[in-house]
């Protein structure tokens, strides 16, 4: 063997690449790697037990005599031996990361359940377990559950399908401080069954002194308080319960918290949250809005613009500049109906509190209707925000209300934030005569933007508009767009020739993209 394989770190960071095969031949290959020679077991065993998904991989390990295999379900025929859990203990001290489901816990039977939660290991089945996935929530399984929680695991996700945690789930979580004090990762559901539950597994998750990103279904006002005050966490991801939520005369300010994901049920959920907390420190807020389309007027109203504006202002002042990432995702059904109302407009005033976030990288806002913004306006938010590489501005349904913003807006996306590679926007795609103007023939090219996303953008010359694309984004393969809806709906001008001309600005690309490739 060669001195420059000698050191098992090199084997690792070879043994881990993986080329265009499936995961299964990558894992087929770690197995014949292992099979080869001494010096490439160890680090080939490792890496590929280093994730499971269910019990089925240890199990059928064991001997053919001891496994009952003649059906889906996997049953002992007899107790195991000495040797045997040796064997087992071979390859499950390797596993770092484990994760179950509801199927696979199907698969066992009670005595073989019995059999891995009585493994003779000093700790637990898995001793080096670092992450820990279990999406069950049947209490007679908790048992198995529990001897899997031990000091060494950082990372935790529990999902259930019961929308409140009973008594016994309510227990187990109250435990997780004791039993895994370095967690640092948690996903899990709702937080207590009562008033009491809930007090006790606050209790036990603020003793998690090292969690640093949480992941909660849902989060009661005084829930959120507390554990939004955990000193290490950096990452919130959780959904709001407004039922309990009270007017706070000053803001809370948390420091600490540098991603927020939050859920909520209206825009005026949102608006309040806002209003009452302070994040500073902030980098990434990602905002959904999902509605409860029990009530007809959300499945049929894409928003009240008169929230728009103080939803706007509540951004801009509870969260800080240092902000790279905003996206705010308004689930409706917007993009099934063609929407026409002039009153859905916002202008440029509406937004420009986000100005001062100049460290933006990406922000969402696909679902306002943005045609009074004009070009002027549109260059005025790409210097403001230079660092942009996802830009997600309006597009993201069929406003049939004609866009202010021509090609020039896309120019001076272009010329001003370089290292842009998403851009959704509507803009009236006609071409302009620039006549050697310096504006349009000095902007350097983006080549990083392969797909445009234009929603309903009219369009007029699609084949000069198709050049004029390629000259500001060379690499520019395809052109995604909404097509009319075909429910007897007269087609208003400018949008007449919308399905037409870009399809035909496609051709072009295609064609463009076929001759590189020659």
Same mark, same amino acid.
């Given at each position: 063997m060669h001195v420059c394989l000698l050191p098992i770190e090199i084997l690792f960071h070879i043994f881990t690449i993986r080329n265009n095969e499936s995961f299964r031949d990558f894992l087929v290959q770690l197995a014949v790697l292992a099979r080869t020679c001494r010096k490439f077991k160890e680090p080939a065993l490792d890496i590929l037990w280093k994730d499971i998904i269910g019990f089925k991989p240890l199990i059928l390990c064991l001997p053919e005599g001891v496994v009952n295999t003649d059906r889906k379900n996997l049953t002992l025929k007899r107790p195991l031996l000495a040797g045997e859990w040796s064997l087992i203990d071979q390859y499950a001290r390797r596993v770092h990361s484990f994760t179950v489901n509801s199927p696979q816990l199907d698969m066992i039977d009670n005595h073989l359940m019995q059999m891995l939660m009585s493994a003779p290991s000093p700790t637990s089945l898995f001793p080096n377990l670092r992450s820990l996935r279990w999406y069950d929530d049947r209490e007679h399984f908790f048992p198995l559950l529990r001897t899997f929680l031990g000091s060494t695991i950082t990372l935790m996700e529990v999902g259930f399908a019961s929308e409140s945690p009973s008594s016994a789930l309510s227990a187990l979580l109250s435990s997780l401080a004791s039993r895994c004090p370095s967690i640092r990762e948690l996903g899990c559901g709702c937080i207590g069954d009562s008033p009491e539950s809930s007090d006790a597994i606050l209790e036990s998750l603020?003793? +998690? =002194?090292?969690?640093?990103?949480?992941?909660?279904?849902? +989060? =009661?006002?005084?829930e959120f308080l507390r554990l939004a005050s955990l000193p290490a966490l950096k990452s919130l991801r959780f959904g709001y319960d407004t039922h309990e939520m009270q007017s706070n005369s000053t803001p809370i300010i948390f420091p600490q918290l540098e991603e927020v994901d939050l859920t909520v049920s209206s825009l005026p959920d949102v608006e309040h949250f806002l209003k009452r907390v302070r994040l500073p420190s902030c980098r990434s807020a990602t905002v959904f809005i999902r509605y409860d389309y029990r009530d007809l007027n959300h499945a049929v109203v894409p928003y009240d613009p008169l929230y728009i504006p103080d939803l706007i202002v509540s951004l801009s002042e509870c969260l800080s500049p240092a902000l790279e990432k905003l996206h705010v995702n308004n689930f409706t059904d917007i993009k099934k109906d063609i929407i026409s109302g002039h009153s859905y407009v916002l202008g440029f005033n509406?937004?420009?509190?986000?100005?001062?976030?100049?460290?933006l990288t990406g922000i969402r806002l696909d679902w306002l209707c943005t045609s009074a913004i004009d070009d002027a306006s549109l260059k005025i938010l790409a210097q403001s925000w230079p660092q942009l590489e996802q830009f997600h501005f309006g597009g993201a349904a069929r406003w049939v209300v004609p866009p202010s913003m021509t090609f020039t807006a896309l120019v001076h996306l272009i010329q001003h934030c370089p290292r842009l590679h998403t851009v959704q926007m509507s803009f009236c795609a006609t071409p302009v005569d620039y006549d050697n103007d310096p504006f349009f023939f000095e902007t350097l090219p983006n080549e990083k933007i392969t797909t445009l996303f234009v929603g309903m953008s009219p369009i007029s010359a699609p084949r000069t508009v198709a050049y004029m694309l390629l000259r500001l984004l060379p690499k520019l393969e395809r052109v995604r767009f909404f097509e009319w809806l075909d429910n007897g709906t007269p087609t208003p001008p400018p949008f007449e020739h919308l399905e037409g001309g870009w399809n035909a600005v496609n051709e072009i690309l295609g064609d463009n993209v076929h001759c590189e490739l020659k």
């Open positions: 603020s003793g +998690l =002194r090292e969690l640093c990103r949480l992941n909660i279904e849902t +989060l =009661r006002p005084r509406a937004v420009a509190p986000l100005l001062p976030f100049n460290r």
